[in-house]
């Protein structure tokens, strides 16, 4: 009888898809820290879903070309993507995520508006004052108004 040949992933980031290793009939080796595998097509199937698991999701990739095109990613990341390009399909996703942390803390500084983006005071106080005029009579507003005998005559002084 001949030994068949086993596949083996040693690989740190399986624990991000443990179960995907076990699904694809992985059988954790704790002798040699590796998954193994009977068939070629079960090993292939579980490389599939550990880069699936540890690439950026798309939200995640959005996010980041976002950052990367709205001027964020140059004071968040310590060197500017337009000059050293950075391809946000094969990084990791500890690194995405390093990325994203340093670009919302980042946009935390600047209030919550991107750095390129520089509103002139005249309209922000026209934004905040038509905010306050919409906060300010609301139908709620209206109705309470109307449904007390005060308000229901004034309510109807006012047609």
């Not at 595998?37 to 879903?49: E, I, P, V, Y």
């Not at 980042?106 to 002139?120: A, N, T, Y």
Request: glycine letters at 4%; aromatic letters at 8%.
């Amino acid at each position: 009888m001949t030994m068949g040949q086993l596949y083996t992933i040693q690989d740190r980031r399986t624990v991000y898809c443990h179960r995907a290793m076990r699904a694809n009939s992985g059988v954790w080796n704790a002798a040699t820290n590796a998954w193994m595998f009977r068939t070629a097509d079960d090993a292939a199937n579980a490389l599939a879903d550990l880069f699936r698991a540890t690439r950026p999701s798309i939200p995640m990739r959005e996010t980041l070309l976002e950052m990367i095109a709205d001027g964020t990613a140059a004071a968040a990341w310590g060197f500017d993507p337009a000059i050293e390009p950075v391809d946000v399909d094969t990084l990791d996703r500890d690194v995405a995520q390093r990325y994203l942390s340093a670009g919302y803390a980042v946009r935390r500084i600047f209030i919550g508006s991107h750095p390129l983006e520089d509103r002139p005071r005249e309209r922000i106080a026209e934004q905040e004052a038509a905010q306050d005029e919409a906060l300010r009579h609301t139908a709620f507003d209206e109705r309470a108004r109307a449904s007390t005998s005060r308000g229901k005559r004034r309510a109807s002084e006012l047609r």
